[in-house]
C-alpha cells in the first residue's frame, strides 16, 4: 500500500486501521526507529569528546579551530538526518544549512555559518538525538520483542523454553495458542503505536533542520523540497 491508511480512518476505520499492516510506511518507521539510538550514541561521543578536546586547547589556536570545525560538522551531519527523514519516515523537509557559494571568501562563508538558525538547531537536535533517540529504541525493540515473543509462544515451547506472563506459565496446547492470539492481536496497535513515535520525530526534524529564510540576503541558499515531495538524495552544496 503506497498511501496512508489514515487518510481514510474516519471514513473506512476497519481499513484504515489493518491498512498499517501493509502499508510500506510503517516499516520504514521502524527502521528509522531503531537507527536512532546507535546514531545518537555516535553523535554524542563525537561532540563530548570533541568539545572536551576543543575546550582544553582553547588557550591555543588549536582549541578554536576544533571547536569551528564541530560547528561546521553540525551543518552536514544534520543534512545527513534531514535525508534520513526525507527517505525513511516520508517527510518533505526544506534543506536549512548554509551551502557554500563558489567564488565565495572562507570568511563570509563561516559567518553565514554563524548566523545560520539551523546550525545552532542543527547542533541541538545531534546532542538530543542521543537521549531521545535511546528512548525510542527501547520503546520500539521492548514492544516489538514482547509482541514477537507471545507469537512464538508455542514455537518456544516445542524447543524447550519457558514463557512466564506475570504469575502465568502457560503450558498446555490450548494456553501456548492462546498466547500466541494476544500476540497476533497486539500486532496492528504495536504498529500505530510507532507510525505515532515516528511522526513526532519527523515533526521534531523538520523543526530543528527545515530550512527558512537565509540571515544574510545577499547569499543563495539550497532549493526548497519540490511540491511532488520528492526531493533529490544529493543536498544543494
Known sequence: MKTSPYGVLRSH??????????????????????????????????????????????????????????????????????????????????????????????????????????????????????????????????VLSVTLGLIAAPVVDAFGGELTLWRWVPVTTEELLLVSLIGLAMVVPVIHLLNGLAWLWSRFTRIMLGGQRPADPGRAVAPPVPANGQPSLLPAF
Not at 516499516?27 to 536512532?36: D, E, F, H, Q, R
Not at 560547528?71 to 518533505?92: D, M
Not at 551551502?99 to 545552532?120: D, F, M, Q
Open 13 to 142: 476505520p476497519v481499513r484504515g486501521f489493518f491498512g498499517v499492516l501493509a502499508w510500506r510506511q510503517s516499516y520504514l518507521n521502524i527502521v528509522y526507529l531503531i537507527l536512532g539510538f546507535p546514531l545518537g550514541l555516535a553523535y554524542f561521543v563525537f561532540y563530548v569528546t570533541g568539545g572536551a578536546l576543543g575546550v582544553g586547547l582553547l588557550i591555543v589556536t588549536v582549541g578554536a579551530a576544533i571547536l569551528l570545525l564541530l560547528i561546521l560538522a553540525a551543518q552536514w551531519l544534520g543534512v545527513f538526518e534531514r535525508l534520513l527523514a526525507v527517505h525513511l519516515l516520508g517527510v518533505p523537509i526544506a534543506p536549512g544549512h548554509t551551502p557554500w557559494n563558489e567564488g565565495e571568501s572562507l570568511g563570509r562563508y563561516l559567518k553565514a555559518v554563524l548566523r545560520n538558525r539551523t546550525t545552532w538547531t542543527g547542533l541541538m537536535y545531534l546532542l538530543m538525538k542521543f537521549p531521545l533517540g535511546l528512548a525510542s529504541w527501547i520503546v520500539t525493540i521492548v
